[in-house]
């Protein structure tokens, strides 16, 4: 089986290098990581990856425009923060997320809900 490769995105270089050494024990190849939204956004267009983790808050902005070339592009995804599903957008409510801080475990599992196209069942309507 070849090598999955991951871009990891995360504005924080500790939590970044905690977070490839957790990947790299599960045997995926880090591509990254991008610490800039405009550094993601060029890598997430043209990078060879099989999957991607996205820490939501990036220096004050969202990683929320990587999301959607990564949705557009049909590549999996695991939303990283420290708010919770609250600080989601709508259009992402179903993709797996982590909250900060997390172990190797939910990591693990987290991705491998994203690369079975496993989606959390989105917030039920308000009724008018």
């Not at 939590?15 to 790299?24: P, Q, T």
């Not at 043209?46 to 820490?55: E, S, T, Y």
Request: net charge negative; proline share 6%.
């Amino acid at each position: 089986m070849a090598a999955r490769r991951i871009l990891i995105v995360e504005d924080e270089a500790i939590i970044a290098m905690m977070i490839e050494d957790f990947l790299v024990e599960l045997g995926w190849v880090v591509v990254g990581p991008a610490a800039r939204r405009e550094q993601a956004l060029a890598m997430v267009r043209d990078a060879d990856i099989d999957a991607a983790l996205l820490d939501v808050n990036l220096n004050g902005g969202d990683s929320f425009p990587v999301a959607d070339i990564l949705s557009q592009r049909h590549i999996p995804f695991v939303f990283a923060t420290g708010y919770g599903s609250a600080g989601i957008a709508d259009r992402f409510q179903g993709v797996p997320t982590l909250t900060k801080p997390f172990d190797r475990d939910k990591l693990d599992r987290a991705l491998r809900q994203a690369m079975a196209g496993v989606r959390c069942s989105p917030k039920p309507a308000s009724p008018i």
